[in-house]
């Protein structure tokens, strides 16, 4: 199957849209939601490729989106990514939905895209068949060293005099147990999307987190309002992740007691690109039991 690509209007912002599969096997009352997925910080549409095509060949619409600011999608400019107040990334997503024509989607996020897939459930569980996570910020407080300095004064200036596209290489090799793993195409696209996008890498980092790692009273907000969405959730973790410890599980149980939890092992930050089919074999048995418990 082919995968598309896009640009729709979200919000009055130029949003990049890659879709796999047919859009009509989820019509209304189909079991077949479609799925939609979200990058982290930094990330584009394409970290989700190799996903897209076999949950297209199961009968379902497969989305994967540029967030605001990211890979070509439009900046949003200074917005309150997180809120607490006015959070701008479940308002996005739900009008995301709506201009797609998706009333109920599978959910998954990866890395700060866990966050924004985790608020979107609790802000809207109406709307959200299922919640994958994977490798998902917002759980834990503590990050990467080179994420936390990302949010000092000056970054985007400093970026702008002595950044070099070709530093984003660097920064995903970090994403990764075996560097060995990572496709010649994300390394590209790295270069493409990586730079240009840092002024928003910052923004929304700033957003939720400071020098001292996820900002604590923000996480609680928002932690607080986890039983709004009891719904299905897989809660998917590399065992080697360098960028939001596997030690963040412990939080994960917490928050979602009803989540089933897959550990793969020999792998990083980035579970669906460095170790695809493992996350498939956790990811797709995992989504059809949700279709069936709605059906039952």
């Not at 060949?57 to 439009?74: H, K, M, Q, T, V």
């Not at 607490?84 to 989607?105: S, T």
């Not at 939001?244 to 149980?253: C, D, F, T």
């Amino acid at each position: 199957m082919d995968v598309r690509a896009r640009m729709i209007d979200v919000m009055g912002l130029k949003t990049r849209v890659l879709e796999s599969g047919d859009a009509s096997s989820a019509s209304e009352g189909s079991r077949n939601s479609p799925v939609v997925m979200v990058h982290g910080v930094g990330g584009w549409a394409e970290n989700f490729r190799e996903l897209m095509e076999p949950i297209a060949r199961g009968g379902r619409r497969a989305i994967s989106i540029d967030l605001p600011g990211f890979g070509e999608s439009e900046s949003p400019g200074r917005v309150p990514h997180f809120g607490p107040k006015d959070a701008f990334y479940p308002k996005f997503m739900l009008a995301l939905l709506d201009g797609l024509g998706v009333e109920r989607a599978h959910l998954i996020g990866s890395s700060m895209g866990g966050a924004v897939a985790y608020m979107t459930a609790v802000t809207a569980p109406a709307r959200v068949r299922s919640l994958t996570l994977a490798a998902s910020g917002g759980l834990g407080t503590d990050i990467a060293l080179f994420l936390r300095l990302a949010t000092l004064p000056g970054m985007i200036t400093l970026a702008r005099l002595m950044g070099d596209r070709h530093q984003s290489r660097a920064v995903l090799r970090t994403c990764f147990f075996d560097a060995a793993r990572i496709p010649d195409a994300l390394y590209e696209e790295s270069e493409r999307f990586g730079f240009r996008s840092y002024p928003e890498f910052v923004r929304a980092l700033r957003g939720g987190v400071s020098i001292f790692g996820v900002k604590r009273g923000l996480r609680e907000h928002w932690m607080g309002q986890a039983t709004r969405y009891r719904g299905p959730a897989l809660v998917v973790w590399g065992r080697e992740d360098a960028v939001l410890p596997i030690s963040h599980l412990a939080e994960a149980k917490e928050v979602y007691p009803q989540a089933e939890v897959r550990v793969i092992e020999r792998c990083g930050h980035l579970p669906m690109i460095e170790r695809t089919d493992e996350f498939l074999a956790a990811f797709l048995p995992f989504v059809e039991a949700a279709e069936a418990a709605v059906a039952a």
